[in-house]
């Protein structure tokens, strides 16, 4: 049984070092070179993007015996061979201005000794444009420019703008050497997880062909279930193919949907479903900027996103759902149009993402682990023994535990959104099948969750804003929201949940079992 490449991301070492398992995007490599010189693709971390910078290193080298069965090996020309400079800022932290430069400078420095030559020019700029012109001339060839996490530098300070800043404009100034040697220059590839602007980043470079959701190209990285079933067939025997495709399945780059390398090699390893990629990266800054801007947490299942929005991320202008799309919080459900500007629907793209980053954002909430770690499990089980009573002192324990400073600094506390949220943020962490704002003849459910053949419709009301109490079940009686799923589940319970912005708590709490209701 061949063995799993995790972690590995040299195209050397997997097709050397050992007899790995290798999934082969080679295909990806003559098409883009026949088809252009300037690329940028932006993927998620973990995902194989800097696998195939250096598969493109390794082919543009002519290194054919590295290749050998796979589809490049007879679709290009090996006698043709480039010099190659790689750029990477995938490891370690950049901290200021400063050192981006150390780096950069030891970057430029290690090129010229792989390529033999000398550089003199002290300014980094002038550097790398030197390092380019005399690859060029010393070996007689075009050059090659491949840069990997091009981004990671502005992401490190993201939550520093000015700092941030900073090293945006020094980067600028260094990419900005590319559109200066395009005479020396016979393929450029440049990857990263966000999509800065080109005004922002790459000013200039007009020509820079973004294919980032561009459905040729929409399985460059990542794993089809096709090539899933093929490579990995072997170690496939009594997995259950549904369940992984929802915990690892549903990245859409306009094309096939691609599952998450990075998940699927160590659920091969383990065979235990776990949150593998989310646990790998702290989404520390998202988290704070969702609890910053008061963003609902249900919105997450039916992003509305325009094309601009999508690719609007800069340091001073950062949306939430372009930084969820971009880090792969998000992925696309639907492309459509409105009038004559595209749309996109965003969603989560699987079972893993969706209960961790909830998760993830109820610890914001309750900042001791194991309290909140209790409260989870103990709300599965209410809903499991229909214990509505347990179920309602957990919450109203949760919210009794907020500390009033927290309420004093946040003003939303007094909408139905927050409060919608919170219950949402823990029934998602349980990895339950929780749908926001579900359309039916009569109106929108404010949630549905699904356990077993169970399922629960809660409405929820802040009684300050909406008068009278008991409105929240008495809406759902009146707009018989539940009809949409008779006959998709054996029992339907109603829930109705007050709230009082001045109790900071719950002050209403009901359910009813629709048959009863009916009878």
């Known amino acids: 049984m061949k063995k799993l490449p995790i972690g590995i991301q040299s195209f050397v070492n997997i097709r050397t070092e050992a ?21 940028f693709l932006s993927r998620p971390r973990r995902f194989g993007k800097s696998l195939f910078l250096d598969t493109l290193r390794q082919a543009f080298f002519g290194r054919k015996e590295l290749f050998s069965g796979l589809y490049i090996e007879n679709h290009w020309n090996w006698d043709q061979r480039y010099p190659v400079i790689h750029i990477s800022f995938g490891s370690g932290v950049i901290q200021d201005i400063g050192d981006l430069r150390d780096r950069f400078a030891y970057i430029l420095k290690i090129n010229a000794q792989e390529g033999q030559v000398t550089l003199t020019e002290q300014n980094l700029r002038e550097r790398f444009l030197e390092l380019i012109r005399f690859l060029s001339i010393q070996h007689n ?15 490190d300070n993201i939550d520093k703008p000015q700092t941030a800043i900073e ?16 005479e020396f220059l016979k393929f450029v590839f440049i990857t990263g997880v966000s999509k800065f602007s080109k005004v922002s980043l790459f000013s200039g470079l007009n020509n820079l062909d973004d294919i980032t959701l561009d459905p040729d190209v929409a399985t460059i990285c990542g794993y089809t279930h096709e090539e899933l079933l093929e490579t990995f067939s072997e170690r496939l025997g009594g997995v259950d193919i549904e369940a992984l495709r929802l915990w690892y399945d549903g990245y859409n780059f ?44 249900p919105n997450l299942e039916r992003v509305e996103a325009s094309e601009s929005l999508l690719s609007s991320f800069d340091v001073d202008q950062i949306e939430i759902e372009t930084l969820l799309f971009q880090t792969g919080y998000l992925t696309i459900e639907e492309r459509f149009r409105k009038g004559n500007r595209l749309t996109y629907r965003l969603t989560y793209p699987n079972v893993e993402v969706k209960s961790s980053l909830t998760d993830t954002v ?9 309290e909140k770690e209790r ?20 919450f109203h324990a949760f919210f009794a535990a907020i500390p009033y400073d927290w309420y ?38 404010d949630m549905a969750v699904r356990l077993g053949k169970r399922v629960f419709l809660l409405e929820f009301k802040v009684v ?25 589940a054996e029992e339907i319970y109603l829930i109705g949940v007050e709230f009082s912005s001045t109790d900071r708590n719950i002050v209403g709490f009901d359910w009813e079992r629709v048959d009863a209701l009916i009878g």
């Not at 060839?141 to 992401?155: G, T």
């Not at 306009?254 to 702290?282: A, M």
């Not at 109820?362 to 194991?370: E, N, W």
């Not at 709300?379 to 214990?387: G, V």
């Open 19 to 39: 007899d790995y398992y290798y999934v082969d995007k080679t295909r990806y490599v003559v098409e883009l070179v026949e088809k252009g010189k300037y690329f």
């Open 141 to 155: 060839q075009k050059v090659v420019v491949l840069i990997d996490e091009y981004d990671k530098p502005i992401l």
């Open 167 to 182: 090293i945006r404009e020094g980067l600028k100034n260094f990419y900005s050497v590319i559109k200066d040697s395009d």
């Open 254 to 297: 306009l094309g096939e949907r691609v599952y998450n390398p990075f998940d699927i090699l160590l659920f091969l390893k383990h065979h235990d479903f776990r949150n593998y990629w989310f646990e790998t990266g702290s989404p520390s800054f998202l988290i704070k900027l969702i609890a910053q801007h008061h963003y609902p947490m």
């Open 362 to 370: 109820l610890g914001y909430f309750v900042r001791a682990k194991s």
């Open 375 to 394: 409260n989870v499990l103990a709300c599965y089980d209410a809903l499991q023994t229909l214990d509505f009573v347990r179920l309602r002192e957990i």
């Open 408 to 445: 004093r600094k946040n003003d939303f506390a007094r909408y139905e959104a927050y409060y919608a949220s919170v219950f949402y943020c823990y029934f998602t962490a349980l990895g339950l099948d929780v749908t926001a704002e579900q359309m039916t003849n009569n109106g929108r459910i």
């Open 464 to 488: 300050e804003i909406d008068g009278n109490t008991n409105k929240a079940i008495k809406q759902i009686r009146k707009m018989r929201y539940w009809e949409r799923y008779i006959g998709k």
